[in-house]
């Protein structure tokens, strides 16, 4: 049975700090570098600029729908030849890319969770800005020019999401955490004992396996990793991960630089980077913790999902569309 009360103290206990928001897994760093950030971003613009021009030659869809359909097979594009890339060249796993799909439905849950909490701050401050500043988006142009509601919500509720949430947490911001000029470590969710008293020890690397720890009590804790589930080959302080309720400010760094590319992604669009800016900031912190793509995923696909279905039901029946 659901416990009101229960959930009304994990969240004042987080808001006061005394518990992290999402427990910090530990994993080894990524294994692409600089030059890989600069391969993958040469891909991306070779799609950007290969692919527009295929669909200008479909004159049977007008402008915007041409638009659409180029943003979405450019967000294809773009995701596989980067896993491709990544995966062959730098030789990432699928866990370095954050497709570990074993702990996906706590990753679920807490994306749902995190997205009651974000989604209210951010259309409180679009509802905000928009009365100063009109919104302007390709997507609602053309929903409101040609009624293309399906190819709009591919667009805006799959394939953006899944490649903005990969580029700029996955691949982007997995990269900035390696980088010692920002002051974090390669193995940010590791720390030594000695560095910090809030140090939970991880089961050793060798010998049986353990059942899982499991705290019943919290339903959005981040299980202990098992052997098999440990950092394997360039990581560092492998079994430990620090538990400390507030994170360290140095870390911050690759989660704001990120954020703050993601929110200059849309200039453009009116008054969007300022909201998205604050939403990148949670995002990036659900990335950090979990190091899964799946958490920041569900909540990016649930804000667009709702700001669209209130868009289509609003043409739908006439109402006007800020």
């Known amino acids: 049975m659901f416990d009101f009360k229960f959930v009304l103290r994990e969240i004042g206990q987080r808001l006061g700090g005394r518990k992290s ?35 200008s030659a479909f004159r049977d869809l007008d402008e915007g729908q041409r638009q659409i359909w180029g943003g979405i097979a450019h967000s294809v ?20 890319l954050g ?44 929903v409101k020019t040609s009624h293309t509601y399906l190819l709009a919500l591919t667009s805006a509720v799959l394939t953006a999401p899944l490649a903005e949430e990969f580029i700029f947490r996955v691949f982007f911001q997995g990269w ?24 939970v020890a991880q089961p050793p690397l060798t010998g049986p396996t353990p059942p899982r720890p499991i705290d019943s009590a919290n339903p959005f804790a981040s299980p202990a990793l098992l052997p098999d589930e440990q950092p394997d080959r360039g990581s560092v302080a492998v079994g430990t991960v620090d538990q400390s309720p507030r994170l ?39 990335y950090r913790q979990t ?15 709702c700001t669209m279905a209130v868009i289509c039901w609003n043409l739908s029946h006439g109402d006007p569309v800020p």
Not at 261 to 275: K, R
């Open 21 to 55: 928001w999402v427990t910090p897994v530990a994993r080894r760093a990524v294994p692409w570098r600089a030059v890989d950030v600069i391969c993958v971003l040469l891909l991306w613009l070779v799609t950007a600029f290969t692919i527009a021009p295929v669909f």
């Open 77 to 96: 594009a773009t995701v596989v030849l980067a896993i491709a890339y990544l995966k062959f060249v730098a030789r990432a796993t699928w866990r370095d």
């Open 99 to 142: 497709f570990d799909v074993r702990k996906l439905p706590g990753d679920v849950l807490r994306g749902v969770f995190a997205f009651l909490l974000i989604a209210p701050v951010v259309y409180g401050l679009q509802a905000l800005l928009v009365q100063f500043v009109t919104y302007q988006h390709p997507v609602l142009e053309t």
């Open 176 to 199: 900035l955490e390696t980088q010692p000029w920002l002051g974090t470590r390669p193995n940010l969710a590791a720390r030594t004992a000695n560095e910090n008293p809030n140090i």
């Open 248 to 286: 360290p400010s140095k870390e911050w760094g690759p989660i704001a630089i990120s954020s703050i590319l993601f929110a200059a992604m849309h200039i453009g669009q009116g008054p969007a980077p300022i909201p998205l800016f604050f939403l990148a900031l949670v995002l990036g912190y659900l």
């Open 291 to 305: 190091h899964r793509i799946w958490p920041s995923l569900v909540v990016h696909l649930l804000l667009n999902g």
